[in-house]
DNA sequence: TTGAAAGCGCTAACAA
DNA sequence: TTGTTAGCGCTTTCAA
């Protein structure tokens, strides 16, 4: 079980340890006889790095940390699986947490990540309050912030367009011909959620429309949430021809409370949602969406973490991607009487 | 930038730093005052013990390696939900790979993992092949396989009973009235489909039902590969009353093919699925399928991981969970006017 | 081109 | 109860 060491190679080999490091290294100061030699025994002998020793004379890991609230949700498992796959691609691991969206589990896991000498974390916030909640730890590793905006923080961050997305979905819509249309799931404490809601207001005026709002009052978003709230919005008058949900997972709950009130998409009602999910496109549900470029998120998010790394330089980025509409079949055009 | 070191508390505390060390490990062989000033020192210098550091010495990184086909697919991302949770509620941190289903980035992360000196590996093989490819380095690393039924195999692994589970849900399209029951997906080097059935097989054996197959000549399970067979099935002549798709992803795309066929499910044909990915739960999806438990698969993968880790003894085990019928209503009875 | 030796931050055996 | 010291496996100066 004992693994092999340089030491165990050198000794084969007879030479000095340091000569094996320099030939496994790729170091010039070496003769090629030699260095053949060696790596010849390193395979005969089945020899393997010990990348925690070299860690720790090169004071890095090259190991990521990757803290989500949860990868059992659709759009972070993507996004996992795309980060691991461009980390790697770059010499790094993941070394992925859950914060189960609870702040003083989320400061644990930095403090953990930093123990454990992660050479930096991405990190999708539990909420609008994880930046100064985490702030102090800041300065003692590069981070970058995951899909939540934080607008004016001087840290570095990826996230969507998200008034962009929404004023899109509006525009949508509208050109579809409906011109009464409810943004469903507006929620306060969140400035994803926020910078939606501001996107819907702006095309709203722009577009000379009345803005209508659905609000949630629950602490997150769900499918469960998003059911409750639309039995609830079902019970009442209808003053709308389409609904605006400001995630996809709020956009299933009102499937769901739509087929359970006989109400039928898109045929009486419109549905457009938000993030794309991996469930929008399932058949059955084929939800029309405003979509967050997942694997681009990823990408840059990598990147922007390596650049900082890399340069040592105490500035930070702010990298907003465009999000684009994913038409599929919860939206129909809306033909009106007037 | 520079992290405060046991040295930095053992100049600012005047002890020498094996103290330090004793203080922090909570050795008994130190005073009660000592201990505090230091505990204290560490607080307001900010130390963080370097995990890396103490690693080298422990010989244990606690550090767990898991290596998935892709953690985006849904049921993986639940075990690796649970799995990290698990893990750290014993002590340990997830580092996470994504093979891609080939044996060779399969291999290739193995090694990677020797390299990082995590204390074991948990792994969803690529395929059945996996096994033998990573053989070599099986004995270098306590490993235990997940979700793949490797039989006779002397390695660890956890998976659900495919056999049962298969037996489970023709008995239950039985109790509802089927007498013709397809087994859609029969996919040849898989022993978890080999398993489903030959369960199958069993079951329509004792119950004196006529076995029907519609086999899967497409290299793995997907929505999209399920639609595309399905389509061919609904071409021909119906002579079933109930589908048992051998995975929930293969009954997704039966979904999508009977809606375009206007075939309807469950009035015009019962559909049962394997697996109880999150998907299924979905409104308008709502498939009766059988359930893997994967919050229990993960919690028995990391236990005996850390029982292989921590008794050094050389041996294996086999643990089968029993898979559960979720009922919901993609399955009718079925009035046989016979 | 090679070897000797220091040191990364920590634990633990041994001495005091 | 505390200090001294060796050593984990590696990289990297500095000498030879």
């Known amino acids: 079980m004992k693994n092999v060491t340089i030491k165990d190679i050198a000794k084969a080999a007879n030479v000095s340890y340091s000569t094996v490091s320099r030939a496994l290294s790729g170091s010039p100061e070496i003769s090629d006889e030699t260095r053949k030699r060696i790596l010849q025994l390193c395979k005969e002998m089945n020899y393997t790095a010990n990348t925690v020793a070299r860690a720790m004379v090169m004071k890095s890991t090259k190991l990521l940390g990757l803290i989500l609230t949860g990868v059992n949700n659709p759009f972070m498992s993507e996004l996992a699986y795309h980060i691991d796959r461009q980390a790697r691609a770059r010499g790094y691991n993941i070394v992925l947490c859950n914060s189960s969206r609870n702040l003083d589990q989320e400061r644990e896991l930095f403090e953990l990540m930093i123990g454990r000498q992660v050479d930096g974390v991405m990190i999708f916030p539990a909420g609008p309050e994880s930046y100064e909640s985490l702030r102090p730890y800041l300065s003692h590793i590069p981070t970058v912030f995951i899909g939540e905006n934080l607008r004016e923080v001087p840290e570095s961050y990826v996230s969507v367009d998200n008034y962009r997305g929404a004023y899109i979905g509006v525009e949508y819509l509208y050109d579809l011909g409906h011109r009464d249309i409810l943004y469903f799931g507006r929620r306060r404490g969140s400035t994803t959620h926020q910078l939606r809601a501001e996107g819907y207001a702006a095309a709203c005026k722009d577009l000379d429309l009345t803005p209508r709002y659905c609000n ?9 949430y998003g059911y409750q709230l639309a039995k609830q919005l079902f019970a009442q008058e ?86 684009t509409l994913v038409e599929r079949s919860s939206c129909a055009p809306l033909n009106r009487e007037d």
Chains 1, 2 share one sequence.
Do not use: C, W
């Open 216 to 224: 949630n009052a629950f602490p997150a978003t769900s499918i469960k």
């Open 238 to 323: 209808k003053n709308y021809t389409a609904i605006f949900a400001a995630t996809d997972t709020n956009a299933l709950g009102i499937m769901q409370a739509a087929e359970e009130t006989g109400l039928r998409i898109p045929e009486d009602v419109s549905l457009l949602g938000f993030d794309n999910i991996r469930d929008s496109g399932l058949p059955r549900i084929n939800l029309t969406t405003v979509e967050q470029p997942k694997k681009m998120m990823a990408s840059v998010a990598v990147d922007s973490l390596l650049d900082k790394i890399q340069s040592e330089l105490a500035g930070y980025s702010h990298r907003i991607l465009l999000p």
